[in-house]
Nanobody
Framework: EVQLVESGGGLVQPGGSLRLSCAAS????????MTWVRQAPGKGLEWVSS????????VYADSVKGRFTISRDSAKNTLYLQMNSLKPEDTAVYYC?????????WGQGTQVTVSS
């Protein structure tokens, strides 16, 4: 069974940092590109960042470029999102996901709240 479990969210002050993790199981993690998506309160889904299966190609939304870093550890089957210089507008539920052969798989999400 495919599982994606996010963790690392929480409450942080503006300018602070958090590192999100997405633990993957039930599939060959190293074979798939992975993506972080977020949903702010009352808004639609926003793509944040993606990484290819080998970890060599990284792309970011303009809204997070220079502040967020996506990475993956295939030995640990884990995807990461290092978030620095956080802003109140980064407040959202953050999801990891990937597109498999037949379906798209999502985690349950982790809440990030940036507030003083």
């Amino acid at each position: 069974e495919v599982q994606l479990v996010e963790s690392g969210g929480g409450l942080v002050q503006p300018g602070g940092s958090l590192r999100l993790s997405c633990a993957a199981s039930g599939f060959t993690f190293s074979s798939y590109a992975m993506t972080w998506v977020r949903q702010a309160p009352g808004k639609g889904l926003e793509w944040v960042s993606s990484i290819d299966n080998g970890g060599g190609h990284l792309v970011y939304a303009d809204s997070v470029k220079g502040r967020f870093t996506i990475s993956r550890d295939s030995a640990k089957n884990t995807l990461y999102l290092q978030m620095n210089s956080l802003k109140p507008e980064d407040t959202a539920v953050y999801y990891c996901k990937f597109r498999g052969v037949r379906s798209e798989y999502w985690g349950q999400g982790t809440q990030v709240t940036v507030s003083s």
